[in-house]
């Protein structure tokens, strides 16, 4: 069955870093863009940062651009996300997320359980 595993999250301080692994199975995932979504508290669902199915293309949201790296390993089918200086704002549940197109709906073939980034001094 298919499976996206988030794990490295937790609490960090403002202006720290974690990086976000999405470990996946059961599909081919050399064939899928891979997402990172989030959802804060009391907050929809609001995409992050995107990367095409061979890694040479990557997209961020205007709240992330600078400080995120999304990146892929397609021969260990699993996709990064590095987050350097981050701010209270960027706490939320963090999903990977998959489907075979490009675009900003936030709407995917499969999701992950989401992992929770709090940044907090």
């Known amino acids: 069955q298919v499976q996206l595993v988030e794990s490295g999250g937790g609490l960090v301080q403002p202006g720290g870093s974690l990086r976000l692994s999405c470990a996946t199975s059961g599909f081919t995932f050399s064939s899928y863009w891979m997402y990172w979504v989030r959802q804060a508290p009391g907050k929809g669902l609001e995409w992050v940062s995107f990367?095409?199915?061979?890694?040479?293309?990557?997209y961020y949201a205007d709240s992330v651009k600078g400080r995120f790296t999304i990146s892929r390993d397609n021969a260990k089918n699993t996709v990064y996300l590095q987050m350097n200086r981050l701010k209270p704002e960027d706490t939320a549940v963090y999903y990977c997320?998959?489907?075979?197109?490009?675009?900003?709906?936030?709407?995917?073939?499969?999701w992950g359980q989401g992992t929770q980034v709090t940044v907090s001094s």
């Open positions: 997320a998959a489907k075979r197109t490009m675009d900003y709906v936030t709407k995917y073939d499969y």
């Open positions: 990367i095409s199915t061979g890694g040479s293309r990557t």
